[in-house]
């Protein structure tokens, strides 16, 4: 949220009805000017990583009034992911991988993204899984699905049930993927989040 910088879950932005935070009362922008304008001022005034993620975002996409720019989006991830924000570093490795604004560069790719799965990236630790597959390093590949599955990742819970069915992964690893997946559904899973995964599929947390 650009007026706290608290992040919310699908529930709860439901519950509010997307017109005032739930945290901090303040009611939703009616601009894309006041957006940018809020999340300017956090990056000011607390040094918001989120915020500054968020400004990267917006010149990655061309959005909320700003000229793509791709080399200003990277500025803004870097100094975002310095601050602890996962999702910024994910980014920047995403566009090492596909070449956005820079050179084509794997390691680079892997680098950012191994940054990003340390601070908890769910899609950066799948990425890495699907690195380590594609160089053959099946072993390394599953330990990285096991751990993205663990955090909710179901493309990695996917490509732990192609690796048992070509027979690159055992039973006990099938069972367990499964089992620690169910394991994490039922631990976020409220009546909140299953009211607003009804109301709007983008709202699917399983």
Wanted: with cysteine; charged share 25%.
């Amino acid at each position: 949220m650009s007026c706290c910088g608290k992040e919310i879950c699908s529930g709860c932005q439901k519950r509010a009805g997307g017109s005032i935070c739930p945290f901090c009362r303040t009611p939703a922008p009616k601009t894309e000017e006041q957006i940018v304008t809020r999340n300017k001022k956090r990056m000011i005034e607390k040094d918001d990583a989120y915020a500054i993620h968020n400004m990267g975002s917006y010149y990655h996409d061309g959005s909320y009034g700003m000229q793509q720019n791709r080399a200003k989006a990277l500025e803004y991830w870097h100094r975002s992911g310095e601050l602890g924000y996962a999702g910024s570093y994910h980014n920047i490795g995403t566009y090492y991988d596909l070449g956005y604004g820079v050179g084509v560069d794997k390691k680079k790719a892997t680098y950012y993204w191994e940054l990003a799965a340390m601070l908890g990236h769910v899609v950066a630790r799948h990425n890495l899984g699907v690195v380590e597959e594609n160089k053959g390093n099946l072993d390394r590949a599953l330990k990285h699905y096991m751990i993205a599955v663990g955090i909710g990742c179901i493309e990695s819970m996917e490509n732990i049930k192609e690796l048992f069915k070509d027979g690159y992964a055992t039973e006990d690893d099938y069972e367990k993927a499964l089992s620690t997946y169910q394991a994490y559904v039922d631990g976020i899973r409220s009546e909140l989040r299953d009211n607003a995964a009804a109301f709007n599929d983008r709202y699917i947390y399983y």
